[in-house]
């Protein structure tokens, strides 16, 4: 197949890092055929120029519907704010591209699950952006486990604290508005955890969560006014895996300290994992089969013989970086584009995350126990 030509929507935060990830991934990976970046769009006429010219694209756009029905792009990235991923993705599906779009898929299940259909109607490729769980380190995870290295695994903790949104004084932005993002810390990071605890041990059976609003309203910087928060800054769940496996989440935007708080820990009966983002070059593995007297976590650094290190650096110990974990999810999107096969996570997964989301929110309405929708 030709180099699939890439459309991309937005220049923030993740725009920048879907580009960057775009640019280097034919340099990482010999096998992989780097994607051209061929269109950019974004707010504005300038902007989108300014980000063309930054991030390496070919041409731009001020107008995201151009970019969608170019006959020059293949694939549609959206890195937008949540709300405009609805249209965004079904409009780029109706044009037969292929969507690779970013977490979450969109602001209700029942809107990820029509962008779900139309994309297998239509038969093109999707992808979600969940680039944590390409990280070398949680692939080997997954494989011990898978391999019953630490027994049988009998207890799950995960948490996803930042402290983005700590500060009262902090504005408000789309990520408080319910119409704009959906669901608050949630939505945010709690998806990357779910998308995390289905990878690593499956399917979320049931829930009973709990929400909080810590800052009930912010200081509008449009207006200067105060305007409410209309989501949760901190969501608690139980949750019990659909193997039976009970778990916890704690997810919150105001964890004052953590900047990057991804963890978890796995509890089996020979041994348990640990891992933290803001260290994402350890995995700490305790095997309880060791002699009393040397019991203890060692720690795992990432190295070559980990999936998908060796491209980026031949050496143990020298580290990847957030934005290598973007290259091989965008290594991952390729490879699902060339091969015509799904790849993982799909808009599927995206549905399913939204499923989670959605049961840890009624939950805390209905104060109970409450089913995911399979
Ligand atoms: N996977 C991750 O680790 C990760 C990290 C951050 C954000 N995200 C996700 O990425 C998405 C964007 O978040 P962000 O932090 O980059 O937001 P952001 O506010 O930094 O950037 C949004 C971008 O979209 C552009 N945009 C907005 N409306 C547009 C329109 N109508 N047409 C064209 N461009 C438009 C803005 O100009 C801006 O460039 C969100 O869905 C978020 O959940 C994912």
Request: with cysteine; hydrophobic share 45%.
């Given at each position: 197949m030709a180099r699939p030509r890439f459309g991309l929507i937005g220049t923030g935060f993740i725009g920048r890092a879907?580009?960057?990830?775009?640019?280097?991934?034919?340099?990482?990976?010999?096998?992989?055929?780097?994607?051209?970046?061929?269109?950019?769009?974004?707010?504005t006429v300038d902007s989108a120029a300014r980000g063309a010219r930054a991030l390496g694209f070919a041409r731009s756009t001020g107008d995201w519907r151009a970019l969608v029905t170019d006959r020059a792009v293949d694939v549609v990235d959206v890195c937008t704010p949540n709300h405009l991923h609805r249209e965004m993705a079904l409009a780029a599906i109706a044009a037969g591209k292929h969507v690779y779009c970013e977490k979450?898929?969109?602001?209700?299940?029942?809107?990820?699950?029509?962008?779900a259909a139309a994309a297998d109607a239509a038969g093109v490729r999707h992808m979600m952006g969940f680039n944590y769980i390409c990280n070398p380190l949680l692939q080997l995870a997954r494989e011990m486990i898978a391999a019953g290295e630490l027994g049988e695994v009998y207890a799950f903790r995960g948490s996803y604290l930042e402290d983005y949104m700590s500060d009262p004084a902090v504005p408000w932005t789309w990520r408080c508005d319910r119409a704009l993002a959906g669901s608050g810390a949630l939505a945010d990071l709690g998806s990357?955890?779910?998308?995390?605890?289905?990878?690593?041990?499956?399917?979320?059976?049931?829930?009973?969560?709990?929400?909080?609003?810590?800052?009930?309203?912010?200081?509008?910087?449009a207006s200067g006014q105060l305007r409410a928060v209309e989501n949760e800054d901190i969501a608690r769940a139980l949750v019990e895996f659909e193997r039976g496996l009970p778990g916890t989440f704690e997810i919150s935007r105001v964890g004052t300290g953590y900047k990057c708080g991804l963890a978890?820990?796995?509890?089996?009966?020979?041994?348990?994992?640990?891992?933290?983002?803001?260290?994402?070059?350890?995995?700490?593995?305790?095997?309880?089969?060791?002699?009393?007297?040397r019991s203890g976590f060692r720690t795992i650094?990432?190295?070559?013989?980990?999936?998908?290190?060796?491209?980026?650096?031949?050496?143990?110990?020298?580290?990847l970086g957030y934005n290598d974990l973007k290259v091989i999810e965008v290594r991952n999107v390729l490879r699902a584009i060339a091969n015509g096969t799904p790849g993982w996570p799909d808009f599927h997964e995206g549905v399913r995350v939204q499923r989670v989301m959605e049961a840890i929110?009624?939950?805390?309405?209905?104060?109970?126990?409450?089913?995911?929708?399979?």
């Amino acid at each position: 197949m030709a180099r699939p030509r890439f459309g991309l929507i937005g220049t923030g935060f993740i725009g920048r890092a879907h580009a960057i990830a775009l640019n280097a991934v034919g340099a990482v990976f010999a096998d992989q055929e780097a994607p051209v970046c061929e269109l950019l769009a974004d707010t504005t006429v300038d902007s989108a120029a300014r980000g063309a010219r930054a991030l390496g694209f070919a041409r731009s756009t001020g107008d995201w519907r151009a970019l969608v029905t170019d006959r020059a792009v293949d694939v549609v990235d959206v890195c937008t704010p949540n709300h405009l991923h609805r249209e965004m993705a079904l409009a780029a599906i109706a044009a037969g591209k292929h969507v690779y779009c970013e977490k979450p898929l969109a602001n209700t299940a029942r809107e990820a699950a029509e962008i779900a259909a139309a994309a297998d109607a239509a038969g093109v490729r999707h992808m979600m952006g969940f680039n944590y769980i390409c990280n070398p380190l949680l692939q080997l995870a997954r494989e011990m486990i898978a391999a019953g290295e630490l027994g049988e695994v009998y207890a799950f903790r995960g948490s996803y604290l930042e402290d983005y949104m700590s500060d009262p004084a902090v504005p408000w932005t789309w990520r408080c508005d319910r119409a704009l993002a959906g669901s608050g810390a949630l939505a945010d990071l709690g998806s990357h955890l779910i998308n995390l605890g289905h990878f690593l041990l499956g399917g979320i059976a049931r829930v009973q969560g709990s929400l909080q609003t810590v800052h009930a309203q912010r200081r509008d910087p449009a207006s200067g006014q105060l305007r409410a928060v209309e989501n949760e800054d901190i969501a608690r769940a139980l949750v019990e895996f659909e193997r039976g496996l009970p778990g916890t989440f704690e997810i919150s935007r105001v964890g004052t300290g953590y900047k990057c708080g991804l963890a978890f820990s796995v509890f089996g009966t020979r041994g348990a994992l640990e891992f933290q983002q803001e260290r994402m070059n350890e995995l700490r593995h305790y095997d309880a089969a060791g002699p009393a007297a040397r019991s203890g976590f060692r720690t795992i650094l990432a190295g070559p013989e980990h999936p998908d290190y060796r491209p980026f650096c031949p050496a143990p110990g020298h580290g990847l970086g957030y934005n290598d974990l973007k290259v091989i999810e965008v290594r991952n999107v390729l490879r699902a584009i060339a091969n015509g096969t799904p790849g993982w996570p799909d808009f599927h997964e995206g549905v399913r995350v939204q499923r989670v989301m959605e049961a840890i929110e009624q939950s805390h309405a209905s104060r109970s126990w409450t089913e995911v929708p399979s």
